[in-house]
């Protein structure tokens, strides 16, 4: 997984830098969906750039105002990014309170439980290293929060996972976490999720 999302980063990254504007989708809070050309936000920028073709005026939406925006790209993929309010334990430690940071974030999972991925790089001399970040949240959440993480360090992978009380009510899914079983640590996070939100269909459509 990790694999696969550093190279799609890496592609779309130049995507970008050869083509500002791409085919995108762009979802308001009221309902209202804009077929366009739009730019992938900058890091910390609070707006989307966008315009309806080519030759049209470049216009801008505030992220509060932007339930999400879906890029098309080579290949019939796509990618989704949200303005989203979030907190990391990793980074913080667990007196988070006051520790918010809003940005667009990529949309990996939906469902009862929203899975995202930002990707940090750092560097140390001429090594760079990138550090991948899992956060979740549900739709009575306030703010979305980090639960895994995947960084490569001198060529192993390291990871660590707080799952909380996150899963609590898939208790088959909980104790497996909590036991550390395979197929349900850091780097499993996506399938965990998905794992999740499709107990929680049968759930409320027994």
Known sequence: MVHRLFFFLIFFCANVQAQKFLPAVIYQHDGT????????????????????????????LRGEDVRSVTYSLRGNNTLEI???????????????????TTDWIEVLVR?????????EASRSGQRKSYTYHYLVKKENDDFATEIA???YKNGFLIYRMEAGDYFADAPEIDKKI???????SAKDIVNIVQEYNAFKKTVYNP
């Open 82 to 100: 949200e303005y989203l309010r979030y907190t990391s334990v990793f980074e913080t430690g667990y007196n988070m309170q006051n520790e918010f």
């Open 178 to 184: 909590k036991n550390r079983e395979e197929g349900y």
């Open 111 to 119: 469902g009862e439980m929203m899975l995202y991925f930002i990707q």
């Open 149 to 151: 993480y995947l960084r």
């Open 33 to 60: 969906q804009v077929n366009c050309l739009a730019r992938l936000p900058a890091m910390y920028e609070k707006t989307v750039r966008f315009k309806m073709d080519d030759n049209s005026k470049v216009q801008k």
